[in-house]
């Protein structure tokens, strides 16, 4: 009953909205509905995350490591959960998994240790942005005209989290020192999905 009111709802919004765009009303009306799914199960994908870390104890880390992976996400795509429970699964899991490592790690590295941690990180990242983004999976195909322009974007987004590491580690490193850390995990991990080293299984 829930799911079929929930479908309803997502079509009747799809189809609001596909009444002010140009084309194909029924091709509009499937794009829309498909992005509002996504839309509402990335957003419950976060609540259950931000909620199990509220949970532990580890907030401000989780939140640092979901910022800093899903900004780079946004623009270099990777790889996708061959479902939506196992996709929640490892969201929650992996984020959760960063905030507590970020605050284990805060309490033993060194700032020479976070910044030679940061300097593979963020090269490592450099490279396989360069390399392989965008990339897509088959529910969400790029368009070859929009590739350049979104490796560029992912490119910048890299340098602002170059500059913001840089800036943070200079006004007052060991006060930032466990968010530093999370958002290094963050782009730690949406580097290895797009390094290539995870075949989506949609594929």
Known sequence: MMKKQYENTINLWAGAIAKSRPGNREENEAVMAYALHVVFFNLFVAFITILISVLLGVLPAVAAAIIASGSLRIFTGGYHSPSPLVCLILTAGLMNLYGFAAVALAGLLSIYQVILLLFVV??????????????????????????????????????????????????????????????????????????????????
Do not use: H
């Open 122 to 203: 963020m090269a490592a990242c450099l490279f396989f942005i360069s390399k392989n983004a965008p990339i897509e999976t088959p529910n969400k195909p790029i368009r070859q005209e929009r590739r350049p322009g979104l490796k560029r974007k992912g490119l910048v987004v890299w340098l602002i989290w170059v500059i913001t590491f840089c800036v943070l580690s200079i006004f007052n490193f060991d006060y930032y020192k466990e968010i530093i850390i999370a958002l290094g995990l963050g782009i730690a991990n949406q580097t290895f999905s797009i390094s290539g080293a995870l075949k989506n299984k949609n594929e």
